[in-house]
């Protein structure tokens, strides 16, 4: 079974730019549904910050994730599974209110959707991956039993880990010890925007450029083959 794995994209970055959504929309049509479309992948894992920003939503920018990218994975049925991230909650010690649930957990033209505000084990196919929101005040002690004593042998998650880069150059000196993690064979997980890879850890980046520390930096999606436990990289060329 192949998953797309998308993670930070953002919707509104820098302020609500229509430069950056008519950019957003470019690799959404140009790269990520093609290639879905040509190798007929169904089931996409969203790794967190799908929106901006935290406390509202720009109803032009809800328009915009609307009809460029929440409609057209529904069009094709794809089977939907949002991790939320820390821009994507409205408050810091719990995930319960998050902007995705509120705009589309309850939009039925979704084949499937899934949200996780609390880390969860989910089959794909044969294989058993635990999925990691923002571990939060509200969900810590829920997390770490299940990341200490899941059998799941992969886990995608919105993590922040300590020594990875946030963005190409700027290493983060706080967060969880990835050794947490050695148990996983893989761990793939968004929030830092650098795509990188140490051990069995793998930053996935974010799909686009947003800033000037991005520039020359390669950004796109992943493929995860659960067979093979593969990641492919599809760099967008925009």
Not at 79 to 94: A, F, L, R, S
Not at 148 to 161: K, V
Request: aromatic content about 14%; some cysteine; overall charge negative.
């Amino acid at each position: 079974m192949k998953i797309a794995l998308l993670t930070d994209s953002h919707a509104g970055v820098r302020n609500d730019s229509l430069a950056f959504h008519d950019y957003m929309k470019r690799f959404y049509d140009d790269v990520f549904f093609r290639y879905l479309d040509e190798h007929n992948v169904s089931t996409v894992i969203h790794c967190g910050d799908i929106i901006d920003r935290r406390k509202y939503i720009n109803i032009n920018t809800a328009y915009r994730l609307r009809k460029d990218l929440i409609e057209p994975a529904c069009d094709r049925n794809i089977k939907w599974h949002q991790i939320i991230g820390n821009h994507d909650t409205y408050h810091k010690n719990t995930n319960e209110v998050s902007s995705f649930k509120e705009l589309f957990g309850y939009y039925h033209k979704f084949s499937e959707l899934n949200i996780y505000d609390k880390a969860t084990e989910v089959m794909f196919g044969d294989t058993k991956i635990l999925l990691i929101p923002w571990i939060c005040d509200d969900n810590q002690e829920h997390s770490f039993n299940l990341i200490r004593n899941t059998d799941a042998q992969i886990a995608f998650g919105h993590l922040e880990l300590e020594g990875f880069e946030m963005f190409k150059g700027s290493i983060i000196s706080h967060g969880l010890d990835s050794r947490l993690f050695g148990r996983f064979d893989i761990v793939c997980s968004g929030h830092y925007h650098h795509r990188s890879h140490r051990g069995n850890i793998y930053y996935l980046g974010s799909p686009a450029e947003y800033t000037w520390s991005d520039y020359n930096d390669p950004r796109g999606f992943h493929i995860f083959d659960t067979e093979t436990r593969t990641l492919e990289f599809i760099e967008n060329p925009h």
